[in-house]
C-alpha cells in the first residue's frame, strides 16, 4: 500500500465520528445510553440535523429529474404543485443542458459556467470569464485538483493555516507535497499576521523548500473569522512578492454574521481593485453548494475560478476534469440555482427569501448562543464568529486529565472530545484534527443543532463540561 | 506544473472531441458545413443521444428531490402523476437516507450498499459483504482510488491490457506508476492468452518492475469482447500464481450482445466457484450506472465491490473516501435503482421491462449494423461486439495518407479519424489513443447514434471512407 495514503489523517471523518455512529447505531438498536441521540456537531451537514432545503432550488432539480411533468398532457397537474417560474427554470436548464442523464463537457454545462461568472461579475464588480471557472464535485475536488497540479515532488511547498480544515493536510500528503504552516492569531482573533507569513516562508524556503502557494480559509473553518479587506490586501501583496500562487476557500461567503464591521470580500475583487501592478498574480478562488443557507452537501455541487492562471496549466485542469469525464449534473444544476436564486418581481422570490433569511437569522442566533455557552464554562474562551459554521474554542485542560489521556495514548483534546461524546451523545473534533499552536487544547463544533433543541445541547454541554473539570481538577 | 500531470493523455476527451465541439459551435451559429450535425462517437454517453432513460428511475429520483410531493396534501395530485410503486420506493430511500441534501456515510448509504450486497449475491449465488462495498462516484472514481492504493513508488507497475481505457494508463500516469501494458488478441476476438500475460509480467519483473495487479476490462472497452468462463479461470489462476490482485473493470456487464455464447459472468462468481485454494485471491470489482440500459453518466454513481481484501486496506480505502466526504447521494440512489429494479409483479414492472428490452434489442441491432458496415469497406475489419457499446476496427492506411499525416504530424489513425470528422461531422476515438499492436491501425466508434439516423450515419462513413481511400490509394 502507499505509504502517502497510510499517512493521511482525515479527522473530520476520523476516531470520533466512528465511534459516534456505532453509538448511533446502539441506540437504533434500543440499549440505553446516557442521551436519547447522537448529535453530529462534527462536520459542517445542516441537512442532516434537519435544516430545511430551500423550496425553489429542489422544485427545479426535481421537475429537471422527470421532464415528463414539464409535457403538455400533465401541464395542469404539475401547475397544481409547481410555481410558473419553477417551471419556466426547469425549462430553461434542460433546453441548455439536453438530459442531466448525459456526462456534460468537462469543465461543467457551458450555459452553467456562463451564469456563474455572471454571479462573479454581479458580486465583485469585475469580469469574469467562463471559460476560467470549472464546475466541481463540491469545493473539495476543485482543490484536490489544483493542489495536484501545483506541486511536483515531495520539496514543493505549499502554505496552509494553523487551524486548518484537513482536505489541505491530507490532499498534500496524498500527492506528497509539503504543508509550510502558519498559524492564525488566536487573540486577533484567528486573523493573519503578514510578518508570520513572511518568517514562515523564510524559513521554509532556507530549508530548501519550493514554496509555491499560500491557501486562506475565509470565513475561516475551523476558526470562523472573516478577513478585513486591509488585511487581505497585505496577503495579496505578500503572495505577489513572494510568488505565490493564492488560494481562496471562500466556501462560507455568506455565512456572515457580523455583516457590518465584517462584511464578506472576495479576494478576486480585492486583487482586482490593487491596480495594474497585481493584475499578474495568479488566484484559484474556490465556492461550493454546501454551505451558505443552501446546506445541499449530499449533492457534491461547487466551482472554482482561476484569475490570471496561464493556459497552459487551465489546459492542464480541463484534461485532468476529462479523466473524471465530468463534475455529477446534478451539483451543476445546484450551482446555477446558488448563483442565481429567484429575483425580486419572481413568484417564487418572497418564500426564497423568507426562507433564505429565517436560517441565516437562526445560525447568527445559534453562533452566539453556543459562543456565550463555551465562555460560561470554567477554563474555556472562545472567539465570536465572524461567519463560517463553527465555533473552535480552546480549553484549559487539568494536568490531572492530561495524565489519563496519556496513559490512553490519546491527545489531551481528544480525550476530552471523546468523554463529551460518551457523556452526551455530542460529537465534536478535537483541535488536533486542525492543528493548534503547542501546548495549547480546541475542539470545533459546529453551531447547527436545531433552534429548538438548542438550549438542552447547551446545557448537556455544561454539565459534561462541570462534570469533567470536577473529576480532573487539580 | 507537476511533470506527471503534464505527460497524461485522454484521448476520450481529446484533440478530436475537442474538434468536434468547435465544429458543433459553428453549426449552431448558423454555419454551413457538409453536414448537419455532429454525432458524438467518441464516448459512451447515450442519453447525449437522445437515449430515453428508464421512467421508473427518474419517477423515483424526482420524488426523493422534491419530499414535499410525498406530503399528505399533495398526495392526490400526485398519485395522478407517479405510480405508487415509485411513490413507495420513494418513501423508502428517504426513511433510510434523511435528506438526500445532507453527506452521506463516506463508503455511501448504508442501505443501499445492503442492497447492492443483495444484488451481488442474486447475481452470483454466493454472499456479499455491504461492508466491502463502497458506492463511488461513477466506476473512474473508485478506479482511481483502488490505484492510488496499489502503488508505491515509480518501480510498481499494473497490467493493463492494449488495447484499453484510458482511464487506466491516465491515472497510472498521475499517480507515477509503471503500466504493465498486455496485449488483446484480435485475431481471437480480442480474447486473453495466459502465455502472453506471463511474458509479459516475467519481462517486467527482469526489469525491476514490482508488478501488483493485473487489470481485466470485461466486456472490454473498446474491444467489446465477452470473456469465457474458461478463459476467466486461467487469468485467476494466472493472478494467483503470480501474487497480482485483480481489478475487474465490469461496468458493461449488462450489454452482453450474445447471451448463449457469451454470457456475462462476474470475476467474483468464477472466483467463488474455484474453491478454497483461491480464496486468498484478491479482487476488487467496478461497476457503474452511467453504461447498461440505464445510461445515466452524468449522475456518476457505481460501486466497487472488495473481495479478500485485506482489513488494514479496506480502512485505508475508508479514509481515501472520507476526504472527498461522500459520493454524490443522486449517484448512489440510481445505484439502488439499478440493482433493485421493479420486480415481476410490482406496477412498474411492465414498463420497465419493455423500456430496457427495447434499448436492448436497439442496441444489438445497432451493434451489427455498424459491423456489417465496417467490414464491407474496403481494407476495413471488424469483430463483432459480444458486449459493451463499442466496435474498433482496423483499418488498412494507405501509405499515402500515412506521409500525409507525417507532414501534419498525426499519427495515421488520428490523420484519418480528423478527417472523418470535417467530411461527416462523426467522431470517433484514433486508436493510438487506447494503445495497438505497433504497425496496425484501429479507430474506436461507439453504435449510440439513433436507429432512425443509423442508415444514414453509416452510409456517411461509407461515402467518407470511399472518397479517403480513392484520394490516398497507391
Known amino acids: 500500500?502507499?505509504?502517502?495514503?497510510?499517512?493521511?489523517?482525515?479527522?473530520?471523518?476520523?476516531?470520533?465520528?466512528?465511534?459516534?455512529?456505532?453509538?448511533?447505531?446502539?441506540?437504533?438498536?434500543?440499549?440505553?445510553?446516557?442521551?436519547?441521540?447522537?448529535?453530529?456537531?462534527?462536520?459542517?451537514?445542516?441537512?442532516?440535523?434537519?435544516?430545511?432545503?430551500?423550496?425553489?432550488?429542489?422544485?427545479?432539480?426535481?421537475?429537471?429529474?422527470?421532464?415528463?411533468?414539464?409535457?403538455?398532457?400533465?401541464?395542469?397537474?404539475?401547475?397544481?404543485?409547481?410555481?410558473?417560474?419553477?417551471?419556466?427554470?426547469?425549462?430553461?436548464?434542460?433546453?441548455?443542458?439536453?438530459?442531466?442523464?448525459?456526462?456534460?463537457?468537462?469543465?461543467?454545462?457551458?450555459?452553467?459556467?456562463?451564469?456563474?461568472?455572471?454571479?462573479?461579475?454581479?458580486?465583485?464588480?469585475?469580469?469574469?470569464?467562463?471559460?476560467?471557472?470549472?464546475?466541481t464535485q463540491g469545493a473539495s475536488s476543485g482543490v484536490q485538483t489544483v493542489l495536484q497540479i501545483l506541486t511536483q515532488h515531495n520539496k514543493c511547498g505549499i502554505m496552509i493555516p494553523i487551524p486548518q480544515y484537513p482536505l489541505y493536510s491530507a490532499t498534500l500528503?496524498?500527492?506528497?507535497?509539503?504543508?509550510?504552516?502558519?498559524?492564525?492569531?488566536?487573540?486577533?482573533?484567528?486573523?493573519?499576521?503578514?510578518?508570520?507569513?513572511?518568517?514562515?516562508?523564510?524559513?521554509?524556503?532556507?530549508?530548501?523548500?519550493?514554496?509555491?502557494?499560500?491557501?486562506?480559509?475565509?470565513?475561516?473553518?475551523?476558526?470562523?473569522?472573516?478577513?478585513?479587506?486591509?488585511?487581505?490586501?497585505?496577503?495579496?501583496?505578500?503572495?505577489?512578492?513572494?510568488?505565490?500562487?493564492?488560494l481562496a476557500d471562500e466556501v462560507y461567503q455568506t455565512n456572515i454574521y457580523q455583516p457590518e464591521q465584517r462584511p464578506f470580500h472576495s479576494f478576486k475583487k480585492v486583487l482586482m481593485s490593487m491596480g495594474e501592478k497585481y493584475q499578474d498574480q495568479e488566484l484559484f478562488s474556490f465556492h461550493s453548494t454546501s454551505k451558505g443557507m443552501i446546506g445541499e452537501c449530499g449533492r457534491r455541487g461547487g466551482y472554482l475560478e482561476c484569475v490570471n492562471i496561464d493556459e497552459q496549466v487551465l489546459d492542464q485542469l480541463y484534461k485532468i476534469a476529462s479523466i473524471s469525464l465530468c463534475p455529477n449534473v446534478h451539483g451543476q444544476i445546484m450551482v446555477d440555482l446558488?448563483?442565481?436564486?429567484?429575483?425580486?418581481?419572481?413568484?417564487?422570490?418572497?418564500?426564497?427569501?423568507?426562507?433564505n433569511d429565517a436560517i441565516y437569522e437562526s445560525l447568527r442566533r445559534r453562533a452566539t448562543k453556543l459562543a456565550t455557552c463555551f465562555n460560561s464554562l470554567e477554563g474555556m474562551t472562545c472567539n465570536d464568529a465572524e461567519g463560517a459554521m463553527y465555533l473552535f474554542p480552546q480549553i484549559q485542560i487539568p494536568e490531572k486529565a492530561i495524565e489519563a489521556a496519556k496513559e490512553k495514548n490519546m491527545a489531551p483534546d481528544a480525550f476530552y472530545a471523546m468523554a463529551m461524546l460518551e457523556a452526551t451523545g455530542v460529537c465534536v473534533i478535537?483541535?488536533?484534527?486542525?492543528?493548534?499552536?503547542?501546548?495549547?487544547?480546541?475542539?470545533?463544533s459546529t453551531f447547527l443543532p436545531e433552534e429548538h433543541l438548542f438550549d438542552s445541547f447547551c446545557s448537556a454541554i455544561e454539565k459534561f463540561h462541570q462534570g469533567f473539570m470536577d473529576k480532573y481538577r487539580a
Chains 1, 2 share one sequence.
Open 1 to 135: 500500500m502507499h505509504p502517502l495514503v497510510r499517512s493521511v489523517e482525515y479527522a473530520v471523518r476520523g476516531a470520533l465520528p466512528i465511534r459516534a455512529e456505532a453509538l448511533s447505531k446502539q441506540l437504533q438498536n434500543g440499549e440505553k445510553l446516557g442521551f436519547d441521540r447522537v448529535v453530529f456537531c462534527n462536520i459542517g451537514n445542516p441537512q442532516q440535523l434537519n435544516q430545511k432545503p430551500i423550496t425553489f432550488f429542489r422544485q427545479v432539480a426535481s421537475l429537471c429529474e422527470n421532464p415528463e411533468l414539464l409535457k403538455a398532457e400533465n401541464r395542469q397537474l404539475v401547475e397544481k404543485l409547481y410555481p410558473k417560474d419553477a417551471i419556466a427554470r426547469a425549462e430553461l436548464l434542460l433546453k441548455n443542458i439536453g438530459s442531466i442523464g448525459a456526462y456534460s463537457h468537462s469543465k461543467g454545462i457551458p450555459f452553467i459556467r456562463e451564469n456563474v461568472a455572471k454571479f462573479i461579475e454581479r458580486r465583485d464588480g469585475y469580469p469574469a470569464n467562463p471559460e476560467h471557472i470549472f464546475l
Open 430 to 444: 478535537p483541535g488536533t484534527g486542525f492543528g493548534q499552536e503547542p501546548g495549547t487544547w480546541h475542539f470545533r
Open 338 to 355: 446558488m448563483t442565481n436564486p429567484p429575483a425580486e418581481g419572481d413568484i417564487s422570490h418572497e418564500q426564497f427569501k423568507s426562507e
Open 173 to 246: 500528503s496524498l500527492v506528497d507535497a509539503q504543508p509550510v504552516p502558519y498559524y492564525l492569531n488566536e487573540k486577533q482573533n484567528w486573523g493573519l499576521n503578514v510578518d508570520d507569513l513572511k518568517k514562515s516562508v523564510e524559513e521554509s524556503r532556507a530549508k530548501g523548500v519550493d514554496v509555491r502557494a499560500l491557501v486562506i480559509i475565509n470565513p475561516g473553518n475551523p476558526t470562523g473569522q472573516c478577513l478585513s479587506e486591509e488585511n487581505m490586501r497585505e496577503i495579496i501583496d505578500f503572495c505577489h512578492t513572494e510568488h505565490l500562487v493564492l
